[in-house]
């Protein structure tokens, strides 16, 4: 490789600066993308120079944001894009551990997502991770930017120093993400592989369901009923939210006891049982959608499919379970 680096007349650190330059203008992209998208489902026909100002990305220029969206086919004219929105050309994906996957303990499953909030008219970044087992958020982080070392590398840090302060094991977790580059970065990947965590990720929104719905509980049910006005104020805010979630919100999947009650309960060998339907990880389909999700790709039924996820994962409340369950019987 050094005869190759002599021949193009680069050096091998300045080969390898480049493409850390690119990988991460790459993530930003990626985000960009999906906030585009979200954006899109409430406003069909925003233009992308009306989303450069609303959202006011900071490692973008208003020309080149709307030359990156007429590139990646976001322009407001809808046609089909096969682009995914956290996957990256080049990188090795980890296959989903989590496939019809039994919970029985605490510390068997983290997963964690990446969101947005919009304070005063530009976005930060929201990271969480929930232990699958007991919904409790053990690390989270508020961010204004999407490098690693500002989200998933701090939220990452904090649940290890949470669960090792409790006095519990932290090795061998199964670690599930969506394909955001934040989860396969070098460092992340050191951190994971000190731990021996077995890294996963989906390939679907509802194959990382339960990360995607703490976002929805923590911005929905706290943030938004709250005057935000700066970044300061957004991470008190947080603070404050992540407590009252872990602390004060009863679950029935837990029998009506908090994330942190249900944790102590299960250390001292007294936590209430658990019915199989509610153990059980589900990552598949519901075949009454898999057919439309393979026939209709285009980012905005994407969106669509994404927003009435809260059927997929209850499905007593889905017209289509209904129908389904009554034909079989």
């Known amino acids: 490789m050094n005869e190759l680096y002599k021949a193009v007349g680069i050096s091998k650190q300045c080969f390898h600066q480049q493409m850390n330059r690119l990988l991460r203008k790459q993530e930003e992209h990626n985000y960009l993308v999906n906030i585009v998208y979200e954006l899109r489902s409430s406003h069909p026909t925003m233009g992308c120079r009306d989303i ?97 070392e500002s ?54 929104a509802w194959e990382n369901g339960k990360a995607e719905r703490i976002n929805g509980v923590i911005k929905n049910n706290y943030l938004i009923h709250r005057k935000i006005s700066s970044y300061k104020e957004l ?8 407590k009252l979630y872990n602390e004060e919100k009863p679950h029935i999947s837990l029998g009506r006891k ?6 102590k309960l299960f250390v001292a060998g007294k936590h209430p049982k658990l019915s199989s ?23 905005l039924l994407h969106i669509s499919l994404m927003n009435i996820r809260s059927k997929i994962f209850n499905p007593k409340r889905s017209t289509l379970f209904r129908h389904e369950h009554k034909a079989k019987g």
């Not at 322009?75 to 995914?84: D, L």
């Not at 991470?235 to 992540?242: A, G």
């Open 52 to 148: 450069y100002y609303k959202v006011r990305p900071k490692h973008i220029g208003r020309d080149a944001f709307e030359s990156f969206c007429k590139e990646a086919g976001l322009m407001s004219r809808p046609y089909r894009n096969k682009a995914k929105t956290t996957d990256s050309k080049g990188v090795t994906r980890f296959s989903n551990l989590t496939i019809d996957l039994d919970l029985h303990s605490i510390n068997q499953l983290w997963v964690s997502d990446i969101t947005y909030f919009e304070v005063s008219g530009r976005f930060d970044y929201l990271t969480f991770i929930l232990d699958a087992f007991s919904r409790r958020i053990i690390g989270y982080s508020v961010s204004e930017n999407l490098k690693t």
């Open 258 to 263: 908090t994330p942190i009650e249900y944790e």
């Open 277 to 299: 339907q509610r153990r059980n990880i589900r990552t598949t389909v519901p075949k009454g959608l898999k057919a439309l999700w393979e026939v209709g790709k285009h980012p």
């Open 235 to 242: 991470k008190k805010e947080v603070d404050r939210s992540v």
């Open 151 to 204: 989200t998933t590398l701090i939220a990452l840090n904090q649940a290890i120093r949470v669960r090792l302060k409790e006095g519990l094991k932290v090795f061998g977790i199964i670690f599930h993400s969506d394909g955001g580059g934040q989860y396969y970065d070098k460092e992340f990947l050191k951190l994971t592989k000190k731990y021996n965590f077995k890294n996963s990720m989906s390939e679907y």
